[in-house]
């Protein structure tokens, strides 16, 4: 937990595009207290200088919450009565909280966070009340896609959120998901009359999902879904019927969201939630993309 990846919004710098990057630790006392600003941080295990596309979820979610003129982190904000300067919180996405922190305090804390099971977000504000309100009103868009859009200067170079997706996905196919031969024989069809259209079917039927390996050149199934037998867990019907699909043929964007830590599980990965509380995680998922209101997400 010694990096840490962000989204930087500056009144300057707004209209143009939205900075992101990942840091270590120490640069977080580095950051420069002129001007408006807004930055969040989430704990990242890139190495690089982008963020992963988890880190760039949770930091874009926690944008477009703050951003809402309703949100109670914008109310909470509000009640501070900013003056010239800079504030920064610590951000418990379970229940919604801000903490007042010192940059000397973060590490400590982090370790605190995680020793409870918490996933744990830093919100560094920088002005006056004028001008953070002014500024969180002019945030591109509400979702954290209209948020990436705004990272791109528009001459068709390659994002660092599409390096970070290329990324992992990359990290993702390195787990060696098994190919839909592998997925009938563990599940006993392997060498049946049926053994062809088996897995394409689940696939079809949504009981399953699956990823299109580009190196491959076919589908591989996260191994999540499949019990100690290689059947398919019952319930992942369910939660595929609520992950959206749209543009999504590739099963690549459930697949971001199924590996990246979610606030309502306290910073765990829905997949590996899935096998221990699988209804736990279809709430999650129901939460976010079937309810509405500015903290639908969280």
């Known amino acids: 937990m010694s990096r840490l990846s962000y989204l930087d919004i500056s009144a300057d710098t707004l209209a143009a595009h939205v900075t992101m990057g990942n840091v270590p630790l120490a640069d977080v006392a580095n950051v420069p207290e002129h001007g408006s600003g807004l930055r969040i941080y989430a704990f990242d295990n890139a190495t690089h200088g982008s963020p992963s596309l988890g880190a760039f979820s949770l930091c874009s979610r926690l944008l477009t919450s703050v951003a809402h003129r309703e949100s109670i982190f914008r109310h909470t904000l509000r009640a501070e009565h900013l003056h010239v300067g800079r504030l920064l919180y610590a951000c418990d996405l379970a229940d919604q909280h801000l903490t007042h922190v010192a940059v000397s305090e973060i590490m400590a804390l982090a370790q605190e966070w995680v020793d409870r099971g918490r996933h744990m977000m830093l ?5 006056d009340d004028v001008s953070v ?4 009103d002019e945030v591109p868009g509400t979702s954290p896609d209209k948020i990436c859009a705004a990272t791109s200067g528009g001459d068709g170079e390659v994002t660092a959120d599409q390096n970070a997706k290329i990324a992992f996905r990359d990290e993702l196919l390195a787990k060696g998901w098994p190919d839909s031969h592998l997925v009938a024989k563990r599940s006993g069809v392997l060498g049946k009359p049926n053994q062809a259209p088996y897995v394409s079917g689940l696939r079809s039927r949504k ?3 699956g990823v299109w390996s580009t190196p491959a050149q076919t589908f591989v199934h996260p191994d999540f879904q499949f019990d100690e037998f290689g059947k398919a867990r019952p319930l992942m019907k369910a939660l595929l019927a609520i992950l959206p699909d749209e543009d999504d043929r590739g099963g690549w964007n459930r697949a971001f969201w199924l590996y990246s830590p979610h606030s309502l599980l306290n910073g765990a990965l829905p997949a590996e939630e899935f096998a221990i509380d699988p209804k736990r ?7 976010q993309f079937q309810s509405e209101g500015p903290d639908a997400h969280w």
């Open 123 to 127: 919100l560094d504000v920088r002005g």
């Open 133 to 136: 309100e002014k500024l969180l």
């Open 207 to 209: 009981k399953i999902l």
């Open 281 to 287: 995680v279809i709430a999650a998922a129901r939460s």
